[in-house]
């Protein structure tokens, strides 16, 4: 009796475990514009991640031009500056990320502050936020 509870319990704790990945979400950022400059009829980042729900396990897509950009994970104080000098792991990768087609992974709660590579663009609101 005691080995059928343990097979029902793993079986269980196995579909547990299979369902919280099938129920992650990839998020693309900036829809079908991408990761850029916002224009003046595009919805703020910031905004767009207020409306969503972000889960550890969830992923945001940033599709750009590498180039010319990139996606920098970095702390508040960076964020607010738009200093690219400082970034912080995390979501599999070092911090910074110019492969032009980032994934990036919730894996832990947030927040999470994400900025352009390129100042200037950080600076013309090319910035996030995801708590």
Not at 52 to 79: H, S
Not at 90 to 98: H, L, N
């Amino acid at each position: 009796m005691a080995g059928a509870v343990a097979t029902v319990s793993v079986g269980l704790a196995w579909l547990g475990l299979m369902a919280a990945a099938a129920s992650a979400t990839q998020f693309r950022v900036g829809g079908g514009r991408g990761w850029s400059v916002p224009d003046a009829n595009a919805e703020p980042y910031n905004s767009w991640a207020g409306r969503m729900r972000f889960q550890i396990g969830d992923q945001l897509l940033f599709v750009y031009p590498k180039e010319t950009d990139a996606v920098v994970v970095v702390d508040q104080g960076a964020y607010d500056a738009c200093n690219t000098s400082s970034p912080v792991a995390g979501g599999g990768g070092g911090g910074r990320f110019d492969d032009g087609n980032t994934v990036f992974t919730f894996d832990r709660s947030g927040p999470f502050f994400f900025i352009s590579g390129n100042e200037a663009n950080c600076r013309a609101g090319e910035k996030l936020v995801v708590v």
